[in-house]
Each structure stands twice: as structure tokens, then as C-alpha cells.
């Protein structure tokens, strides 16, 4: 078994349902992904002014607020050792008044190791249990062409399958009743639609009954330009879409919805007016539809550019610079969440 954390146990905050508006989070780390399979990196992180953004973001003490953070098993993984979050670094530090941690467990065994990585699973929940609010099992597990992400391993479905009942069985012996335990998606279309159905399939009743919601990573006029006049409906049909042409048929649509990544990034010909633009109109979107949608939490990508002096596409998704200045569209969000958070 891993070593626990020394940290006092905290007093859980559930994820809201019904008309309790929304839990809002942020990923802060510095190192983002690419659509090459490599990361986009900078400047290191600062703890200091992290914790400070966050505090700003979060608005009041108390406040439920996550902290998405990453970490990963693979072929070098040794079990019985504590797991370190890769990104950001000790993220249990940032689960202080209020905040707990939306804990990302990516699969990336080369070799199919689904019972390792279910073993990962359980001392994750033994290290992390008291302060993570939701743990993620794999990471966009449709996409099977970047390395970086989880459907390129062999596996991965029986990974995600089994491993949400390993880790919500050893939630159970723990205690550990406010954590939930889900999987993302990216966007689903056309043939892809059915990704979700065949996992259901695959993991049949004690894997439905074991999820506790369902996410979704969106960035709606990154990839594909979407006109601003345009950008709100987009964003709903998206939203209805992945609600009644993926969730439903496959047996999942009394889940809740969690926007797990959402972001727009800065750069040449991305002004940083349109990044502000951008994130209003789409929580303000996800908002007004969260009751009839059933969409409970929402997840910004990310809090601080990964290098601000490289012009690329992934480098500069924060709501701040690398140094932590914020852009316009970070006040955005912090008005957002008084607006609309738990």
C-alpha cells in the first residue's frame, strides 16, 4: 500500500445536484498537450501564486472549488509506492479551504497492464481518497492517435470497465462516500457516437452502477472556427448532442455531465478580447442549460499559459500568462463563478 499523505482529513464537499448550481474548477499546472504527442512546457510552476490565483478564482473560503491535476500509470509503475500527481506537481497542496482535487488517472500501459493499472486505482483512492472530490479513470480514451492520450493503449476499455468498480469498490471500504468516480470523452460523431454504448456493453450492470458521472472535454472554435454570432448555439447543440446521441443510448442518461476541459487559447491571430468572449459566452451557456442537461461541474483548461513566448496553438490556453499576469478573460471567469458556483 502507498504511504498516505500528511495532511489533515478535511470535510468533504459533494458536487451539487439539482438546482445547486455549478462546481467550477481549474487545471493550474504549466504542461500541456499536443496534438503531436509531445507537451507543450515553460517557465516552472510557482506554488505561491498558484494558491493565490486560486484563492481569487475560488472567490470565498469554503467555496467548493477543484483543482484538476493529472498523474499516470504505465510499465514503470511500482505498486506499493506513493504516486505523485505529474502535473502539477504535489497538487494536494492546492486542496486547501474549500478545494479538493479532480484527480485524472491516465492509462498508459503499452503492455494492456488493466491489472496493474486497477491496482493503481485502488492506492490512488488510499493516497488521495480524503481530498479528491472526483477521480477520473483514463483520459479521453476515444482518441487513439496521440500517444499522449489514453485510447492509443491497448486495453483501454477493459481499463476503464474494470477500473471504475476497483476504484469505487475500495472508495466503499474507505469511507470515502463523496468521491465520485467517472470517465471523459472528447466530442463523439457519426461512427463515433457509439463509443460510449460499447463500453457500457463491455462493462455491463456493475460498471453502469458504479459510475457516478460522465465527462466531456470541448473546445468549441479551437479546432474547427466557429463565428462568435454562432458560438452559444454551437455550444448547446454540442451539449444536447452528447446528452441524447451518446449518453442515452447507452443506458447513461441519468448521469450527470462534468465539463472536464473547456478552453480557448491566445496567440497570433487569437486576441486575448476573443479569450474572454469566449469562456463568458460558453459558461454562461453551459449555465442555462445545467438543470435540463443535468451538467454539475465545469472544469477550465487551464489556469497559466504552458510558455507564453511560443506562438503555437497549445502554449497558450491560460487565463493567465506564464507569470501568472492574468489576461482579461481571467477576471471573466472569477465573476463567473460568483455568479453561477455552489
Given at each position: 500500500?502507498?504511504m498516505p499523505i500528511p495532511i489533515p482529513i478535511p470535510i468533504p464537499i459533494p458536487i451539487p ?326
Open positions: 500500500m502507498p445536484t439539482d438546482n445547486d448550481g455549478l462546481v467550477f474548477g481549474i487545471y493550474p499546472g504549466g504542461v500541456t498537450g499536443d496534438d503531436t504527442g509531445h507537451l507543450a512546457e515553460g517557465p516552472p510552476d510557482d506554488p505561491a501564486r498558484i494558491a493565490t490565483a486560486l484563492d481569487l478564482l475560488q472567490g470565498s473560503p469554503g467555496r467548493p472549488f477543484l483543482v484538476r491535476a493529472y498523474t499516470a500509470f504505465d510499465d514503470t509503475t511500482r505498486p506499493g509506492e506513493p504516486h505523485a500527481t505529474a502535473t502539477p506537481d504535489a497538487a494536494e497542496q492546492y486542496a486547501v479551504r474549500g478545494r479538493r482535487l479532480d484527480l485524472v488517472a491516465q492509462y498508459q500501459s503499452t503492455a494492456g497492464d488493466v491489472d496493474g493499472y486497477c491496482t493503481f486505482l485502488r492506492e490512488l483512492v488510499e493516497q488521495y481518497g480524503a481530498v479528491t472530490n472526483t477521480l477520473q479513470v483514463t483520459e479521453e480514451p476515444n482518441v487513439t492517435t496521440n500517444p499522449t492520450l489514453d485510447g492509443y493503449y491497448p486495453g483501454v476499455n477493459e481499463a476503464i470497465a474494470r477500473g471504475v468498480s476497483a476504484a469505487k469498490a475500495r472508495a466503499r471500504e474507505l469511507g470515502h462516500a463523496h468521491l465520485r468516480v467517472g470517465f471523459n470523452t472528447t466530442p463523439l460523431f457519426g461512427p463515433a457516437t457509439s463509443f460510449v454504448a460499447e463500453l457500457t456493453d463491455h462493462g455491463k450492470a456493475d460498471f453502469v452502477g458504479d459510475l457516478d458521472y460522465v465527462g466531456l472535454d470541448f473546445f468549441p472554435d479551437v479546432f474547427r472556427p466557429v463565428a462568435a454570432l454562432d458560438l452559444a448555439a454551437a455550444a448547446e447543440g454540442l451539449l444536447r448532442h452528447h446528452r441524447d446521441a451518446v449518453l442515452a443510448p447507452a443506458g447513461l442518461a441519468h448521469l450527470p455531465l462534468h465539463i472536464t476541459e473547456h478552453g480557448w487559447p491566445t496567440g497570433p491571430d487569437r486576441p486575448l478580447h476573443r479569450q474572454a468572449d469566449v469562456v463568458e459566452t460558453v459558461i454562461r451557456t453551459v449555465a442555462a442549460h445545467a438543470e435540463e442537461l443535468r451538467i454539475r461541474a465545469y472544469t477550465h483548461f487551464a489556469l497559466r499559459d504552458a510558455d507564453s513566448t511560443n506562438p503555437g496553438l497549445f502554449h497558450r490556453f491560460g487565463l493567465t500568462t506564464d507569470d501568472y499576469t492574468p489576461k482579461p478573460a481571467f477576471e471573466v471567469m472569477r465573476s463567473l463563478v460568483a455568479e453561477f458556483g455552489v
